[in-house]
């Protein structure tokens, strides 16, 4: 059996909103009752519309969020859950993150030295000769070159600020790197370059990435296994291949039939499935199903029961009162 690198078990992020002296507490369910596993080497793609909790998940699993009650987070064997800031600081070494914007996530004020040494010296793990040489390493695996080290971000293009981002994600040698959305900024030419670095990168020092995006045909290139989130909850969960193949809740159906074809011909000959109205808010979410306003397929228990995931084989599991029947 394969190591686990990140076990998350019944994820919730709830956010109290600020409401008047005489209103009813509201509360944003952000997520909602998520679960999922990561073996140590692979690469979880995690999909959904805009808004459905795919961000708040991956910052969750670094600590950045925290979980409500009865989740936990096993990481490398550990329930990092209820860490103090000091309790976490040794796992901060070992967990990183890829930012979606390279034109906001960098220090303007900074070279590249400063930027991608600053995890090096924020967590104590080395200094002088040793943080330079370290820095320049990454650089140059990253593909950018020594001199670019006392330039300042705004004189890189997108892609060599990514590469930036990256390195700086790497230079703590972290096991485990949250990559949210590293390429929807990009040319789809600078794209194709970020994911062969980053599959690069695992081939040769074994990283587990968790891999954020819209853009499935990228997430289906990239990805071991696959997520699909709506509404803050996973709807869908099972190996890539599987997955595309196989997809049975009638959300994910619908966006696989958005993904263009390479084949003008097929592209035009294919059924886009169109979903009809608006989605929910996660402030007052829909009772049972949080896909059932939207689902042209509603049954009277899905919005009397929230389903759970079930298997629908060892490779697949969905949450759908659809499945079985």
Known sequence: MSKLCIDAKDLK??????????????????VDGVSFSIEAGSTMGLVGESGCGKTTVGRSLLRL????????????????????????????KR??????????????????AGIVSEPLLAMNIMKGKDAQDRVR?????????ADHLSRY???????????????RALVANPEFIVCDEPISALDVSIQAQV????EELQDKFGFTYLFISHD????????????????????EYAEVDELYENMVHPYTKCLMSAVPAADPVQNRERQRIILQGDVPSPIDPPSGCPFRTRC?????????????????????MVACHLAGK
Not at 22 to 30: G, I
């Open 13 to 30: 992020i709830h956010f109290p909103l600020k409401s008047g002296m005489f209103q009813k507490k509201r509360v944003l369910k952000a």
């Open 65 to 92: 969020y925290e979980i409500q009650e009865g989740g936990q987070i096993i990481f490398d064997g550990a329930d990092i859950s209820r860490f103090t800031d000091q309790q976490m600081m040794p796992y901060r």
């Open 95 to 112: 967990m990183q993150m890829i930012f979606q914007d390279p034109y906001t996530s960098l220090d303007p004020r900074k070279t590249v």
């Open 137 to 145: 390493e990454m650089v140059e695996l990253v593909g950018l070159k």
């Open 153 to 167: 971000p705004h004189e890189f293009s997108g892609g060599q600020r990514q590469r930036i981002g990256i390195a």
């Open 195 to 198: 994911i062969n670095i980053l």
């Open 216 to 235: 499935l045909s990228m997430v289906r290139h990239i990805s071991h296994q696959v997520g699909v989130m709506y509404l803050g909850n996973l709807i």
């Open 296 to 316: 042209k397929y509603c049954m009277d228990i899905c919005a009397e029961k929230k389903p759970e995931l079930v298997r629908v084989n060892e490779k697949h």
